[in-house]
């Protein structure tokens, strides 16, 4: 009677338990440690593979202050960074970046910059003089930029033409990028080829792209080989994207019943995104669907053909701290 009673009351503080209840728990590092285990499971099949954090760039120190000390190992790991709305989008998309955000930014970016990663950022605006100062103000900087026209990335840009440091290189390292396109949502292309031409009629040096053409169908490592492919004979990388910090609703793994709370890691539903929802990715539970065997989305990217992977929602360390 009293193991039995003992019993419950340990089911019931784990399945009770909130955002507030791991005090002990470094949110920041168990974000790092999870970003190192992708890169170390893929590097294994491909030792070139390449992996990119978006936003969160407070980890690349310990402390995530900015007079904290490198987190090595974590800068050991990764290729560059990803930064969203570093100069345009911050508040509104098309609007500037307030100066202090954009400065406070920028302290992280540079000390991964400076060891040796490669900055990729992404600014949100569509007028074109607005577009035009994301490129030459990130150019400054000795960052690689996007100026999105959508925030849904779900076009390429018509402007400008010819892109921002077009080339006919043969891309072979991330180190080599000088433009890139960010277009994961391919819902206003009719087909797996309209997209594929369209791509291939451009001359970017870098696709960040999403494994799946809709919920269901994936590229293939055919498909993923065409879009490798320049409109002037060069070569590009092609990067796929995953949300390592969020689980969304639409994807393969998705469960039906599948609720906030149900599964334990699964946590409260993005109320900007519908359908993401807030996962406590240090679960081992969450951490075999994304990475560490054959049935992982990693393994699926790997499979794939991908130079690489563009991890998103990084940034989930502030939700639960």
Known sequence: MKKTF??????????????????????????????????????????????????????VTISGEENGPLSVSYLAAINGHGQEDLFYGYNDDDQATPTDESSYLRTFLDMSKNAG??????????????MS??????????????????RELDNIPTFPSPIYGENSSVITSLSQVKNFLYLINPENFSSKTDFIN??????????????????????????ITQLKDKANGGKRLVISYMSIGEAEDYRYYWQSGWESGDPFWLDDENRDWEGNYKVRYWDPEWGKIIFGNDDSYTKKILNAGFDGVYLDIIEAFEYFE
């Open 6 to 59: 003992f019993l419950l009351i340990l089911i019931f503080s784990v399945v009770s338990c909130s955002k507030n209840d791991y005090p002990d728990l470094d949110f920041k590092q168990e974000m790092r440690d999870f970003v190192i285990g992708i890169s170390e499971y893929s590097r294994l099949s491909d030792p070139d593979f390449i992996v990119i954090p978006q936003n969160g760039i407070e980890l």
């Open 117 to 130: 990663k490669t900055i990729l950022v992404t600014d949100y605006c569509y007028t074109q003089s607005k």
């Open 133 to 150: 100062n994301s490129y030459t103000r990130n150019n400054s900087y000795g960052y690689v930029s996007f100026a999105a026209s959508h």
């Open 198 to 223: 369209a791509i291939t009629s451009t001359n970017y040096d870098l696709l960040i792209m999403d494994l799946f053409f809709d919920e269901t169908t994936e590229f293939t490592a055919a498909e």
